[in-house]
Structure formats: C-alpha cells, structure tokens
C-alpha cells in the first residue's frame, strides 16, 4: 500500500511546482510515533501497542523512503523541491522517548466516543521544536 503513495505524490508536487513555479518547496518527512529502545516501548502509554511498535517504525522507514523518492523524481523534472527529514529531530522524542514526548499517544476523544485526531501528531513541542526548527534551518540552508 505504501508503494501505491509515491505516483499519487508525484502527482501533488508537480501540481504544486506547476502553479507555483519560482516557489521553493519543501517536503517534510515524518517523525517515528515509537521509541527505539524496549525500555521506552514498554512505557504504560504504549501498552496497547505492544509487539507492534518495530514494524511501525519499520513502516515510518519505508513511507519516507517513499516520500523522499516521489521529492527526488519530481525534483529531476526541474520543479524546485527537496525532501526535508524529521526523524532525526525527532529521535528520543517519540511517545514515551527518553527525551520527553514531542508526539501525542493515543488520546479519546472529548466526548469519549472515539479517537482523537491528534492521536500520534505533534504537540506543541513537536510542532515548535521539531517541524518548526526543521522548516526553520532548511530556510537558512537557502
């Protein structure tokens, strides 16, 4: 399924490069939602996503692997794009990381009938010291 996504992403960014031609842009790629570690993955959070966490994060290689080839195919086309990784910033910060959370775990929904959205997304420090920072240093990069 995940090798499905890279023709439909092509798609998007030549669309993007085709309506906005001198812009410059950037493709962020997606933290790890588990820690590395066992000891993190056995936090009580991810109780319910025991046994499971190393192939997500095996998943999260292969969707940015993708990503990042969709960037580069379109970037050969002439279209001003580039592929910016996020693991890495992330590293140590995923739910129950070592260096405190930056990814939400898994949260009901107010009303308790679901799941929320932001299950598995940012927080606040992910969005500020994660995506924000990532975005920040490839602008200085120019």
Not at 12 to 40: C, D, K, N, S
Not at 67 to 82: H, L, Q, Y
Request: aromatic share 8%; charged share 20%; net charge positive.
């Amino acid at each position: 399924m995940i090798d499905a996504v890279k023709p439909k992403l092509e798609a998007v960014y030549r669309a993007i490069g085709a309506r906005a031609p001198h812009a410059r842009i950037l493709v962020l790629g997606y933290p790890q939602l588990f820690p590395a570690t066992r000891a993190e993955q056995a936090c009580g959070a991810l109780a319910a996503f025991r046994g499971e966490q190393n192939m997500v994060r095996r998943l999260g290689v292969r969707l940015n692997d993708t990503i990042r080839a969709a960037v580069a195919a379109v970037a050969r086309s002439g279209v001003r794009i580039e592929y910016v990784p996020a693991t890495a910033r992330f590293a140590g910060h995923e739910v129950c990381g070592r260096k405190g959370a930056w990814m939400n775990g898994l949260v009901l929904s107010s009303a308790g009938f679901g799941i929320d959205p932001g299950s598995f997304h940012p927080n606040l420090l992910g969005q500020r010291e994660g995506y924000a920072a990532i975005v920040d240093s490839a602008l200085a990069r120019g």
